[in-house]
């Protein structure tokens, strides 16, 4: 009975140690955080990172997403993208840390990995609306219209008011030979932006 008491009491030591060094540690990770969030308004982008760095752990999604954005702030494009790609393997399904890895990726101009980013948050949220207009302006440069037209309409049927996305599907319609529809779109456009020169442009070419 005496050994059982010493192994409790051992036990409960140990517990407490744990939960005194938990608290100890969320403490200084807060503290951090606050002094980043100070510093980055302040645009002291290279301290907010050492007040960071000082707490940081490879393991923790939150002090990687930060850092990654920090980084990307502080035009450390390579650094930013490797915080933000920890952040995106420890929560495969986040879309937020996908969409801030797209920023170094589009500063370091990878647009290959910037598709591949996009494409894998449509593959969790097929209406993402940053990801499909995106993409499809991606897929647009490349003068896939077919691809980008799928994309455009899912925005456009989601934010039938949106000049961004009826603008561009306007200009994918067109090079696609969709006359009746792309001036329709481009009137539309007209409606949100008046005057848009675009948009103008684009209506005198199917005249």
Same mark, same amino acid.
């Given at each position: ?28 990770? @807060? %503290? &951090? ?9 302040? +645009? /002291? ?5 050492? !007040? ?32 933000? @790609? %920890? &952040? ?9 840390? +996908? /969409? ?5 990726? !589009? ?22 609306v940053t990801a499909n207009y995106w993409a499809g302006v991606i897929l647009y440069n490349r003068k896939k219209y077919d691809q980008a037209s ?26 696609l030979g969709k006359s009746n529809d792309a001036r329709t779109l481009f009137n539309k456009a007209l409606l949100i932006q008046p005057a848009d ?11």
């Open positions: 009975m005496e050994i059982l008491k010493k192994q409790i009491t051992t036990i409960a030591i140990m517990c407490i140690a744990i939960t005194t060094l938990a608290q100890n540690n969320n403490t200084a990770l @807060q %503290k &951090a955080f606050k002094d980043s969030y100070v510093q980055e308004y302040n +645009k /002291l982008y290279g301290e907010a990172i050492a !007040s960071l760095t000082k707490v940081y752990d490879d393991s923790n999604y939150e002090t990687n997403l930060r850092l990654g954005w920090l980084s990307y702030m502080n035009k450390n494009y390579t650094l930013s993208q490797n915080y933000y @790609q %920890k &952040a995106v393997t420890l929560k495969p399904y986040a879309i937020e840390a +996908k /969409l801030g890895l797209v920023k170094p990726l !589009s500063a370091l101009e990878s647009w290959d990995k910037v598709l591949q980013t996009y494409e894998d948050i449509l593959k969790i949220d097929a209406q993402n799928k994309l455009f309409e899912k925005v456009v049927n989601l934010y039938p008011f949106d000049y961004d996305s009826n603008h561009m599907l306007a200009w994918t319609y067109l090079n020169v675009s948009s103008l442009d684009g209506l005198a070419k199917l005249k």
